[in-house]
Structure formats: structure tokens, C-alpha cells
T-cell receptor, first 112, second 112 residues
Framework: ETGVTQTPRHLVMGMTNKKSLKCEQH?????MYWYKQSAKKPLELMFV???????ENNSVPSRFSPECPNSSHLFLHLHTLQPEDSALYLC???????????FGEGSWLTVV | TQLLEQSPQFLSIQEGENLTVYCNSS?????LQWYRQEPGEGPVLLVT?????EVKKLKRLTFQFGDARKDSSLHITAAQPGDTGLYLC????????????FGKGTLLTVNP
């Protein structure tokens, strides 16, 4: 238990579906992150929010849309994904930039 | 080319054996982190090395940062099945304290 909770743990969606991944941290941290982990690539940073403002957007396609309503919650809205978007999506948080980041257990996404 | 090259990519050994995995780069870093990711979980920070030539020990794990701060190694003594997992090195890059760049990792399997 790292204090970062992700739901759902597994998601299968069609290419025309709209779904969302949810992340909640109970650590009182100010920064939250979305990472993508796929089989043939290193962990890739997608988005970073600090105090609910987006501070990093790593050239991610617009079919991925993040939302940070408060410092404890982070969403990743998914729309018209491609099969190559199938991966493990990891949420993480840290107290501030440069501090230790704590990962959730991830959400396994399969796009069919 | 990847910023961080990890080797070997896969390693399968018997319980009780020793092993070393490597993280190399042509770039110089102010610090480097090692994570372990167990199956079905997110990565967990093991150690951060900061000074060139630094050696840190965590029970049976020994981490070394190269003198030039371009590379690092992780040595495990008398490996146990519980050491099984994906070992990742990571550095802050792109001038951002938020952006953590990972290597592809070494997938270690320790057989009983």
C-alpha cells in the first residue's frame, strides 16, 4: 500500500468508447503524474500536475485528456483510442518537484 | 537512442547466486535513482545516488554511482526469490525536476 490508489485495475475498451482512469492519493502530496508503461518501451511520462495546474505535457495525443480537480485526485479521460495504446497506466504523486515519487499499482488497459 | 541503457535486459538465476545489473549513459547526471517493480505493482524507489563514486548498501543490495556520474550498477548478493522483479534506473532530465526518465529495466527472475 503506497497511498496511491488507482481504479479500475483492468479495463478493456473498444476504439469508439469513452472511459476514464481514476487516481487518488492519501499522502498530502502536491504533485501528481501519469506514466505509460508498455512492453517494448521504457516508462514514459505523460502528464504532471502541481497544485492542480498542468506543468508537463509530454507530446501526448489529444485522445488522452487529463483532469486534476484537486490535489488528491487525478483522472485520465480516454476517447477513441488505438490498439497500440494498450499498456499499463501508472499514476504517481510526490510532495513537490524533485521529491520521491510514489506509484500506484497501475491500470491495465486493453484497446480492442 | 535511449538516454539510459540497462543491461542485461533479462536475467534468470538460481537462489543464492550473485548478480550485477548496469545502467549506462553518455550524459552526466546530478543524481540517479533505482526502482524495483514487482509483478502487478508499481515501481518502488530503492535508492538515490548523488556523488560520483558513491556506494550505498541496502541489505544484500549494493548500489554504485560511477565516478563520472554517467553510469551506475546494482549488485545483489545471495539472491532470493523475493528479489524477483523489474529493476529500473531513472534520472531527472530535460531541466525539469518533474520529468523522471527511466531505462527499459532489467527483468530479474530468481528461481528457488
Amino acid at each position: 500500500e503506497t497511498g496511491v490508489t488507482q481504479t479500475p485495475r483492468h479495463l478493456v475498451m473498444g476504439m469508439t468508447n469513452k472511459k476514464s482512469l481514476k487516481c487518488e492519493q492519501h499522502l498530502g502530496h502536491n504533485a501528481m503524474y501519469w506514466y505509460k508503461q508498455s512492453a517494448k518501451k521504457p516508462l514514459e511520462l505523460m502528464f504532471v500536475y502541481s497544485l492542480e495546474e498542468r506543468v508537463e505535457n509530454n507530446s501526448v495525443p489529444s485522445r488522452f485528456s487529463p483532469e486534476c480537480p484537486n490535489s488528491s485526485h487525478l483522472f485520465l479521460h480516454l476517447h477513441t483510442l488505438q490498439p497500440e495504446d494498450s499498456a499499463l497506466y501508472l499514476c504517481a504523486s510526490s510532495r513537490h518537484s524533485g521529491n520521491t515519487i510514489y506509484f500506484g499499482e497501475g491500470s491495465w488497459l486493453t484497446v480492442v | 537512442t535511449q538516454l539510459l541503457e540497462q543491461s542485461p535486459q533479462f536475467l534468470s538465476i538460481q537462489e543464492g547466486e550473485n548478480l550485477t545489473v548496469y545502467c549506462n549513459s553518455s550524459s552526466v547526471f546530478s543524481s540517479l535513482q533505482w526502482y524495483r517493480q514487482e509483478p502487478g505493482e508499481g515501481p518502488v524507489l530503492l535508492v538515490t545516488v548523488v556523488t560520483g563514486g558513491e556506494v550505498k548498501k541496502l541489505k544484500r543490495l549494493t548500489f554504485q554511482f560511477g565516478d563520472a556520474r554517467k553510469d551506475s550498477s546494482l549488485h545483489i548478493t545471495a539472491a532470493q526469490p523475493g528479489d524477483t522483479g523489474l529493476y529500473l534506473c531513472a534520472v531527472h532530465s530535460g531541466g525539469s525536476n518533474y520529468k523522471l526518465t527511466f531505462g527499459k529495466g532489467t527483468l530479474l527472475t530468481v528461481n528457488p
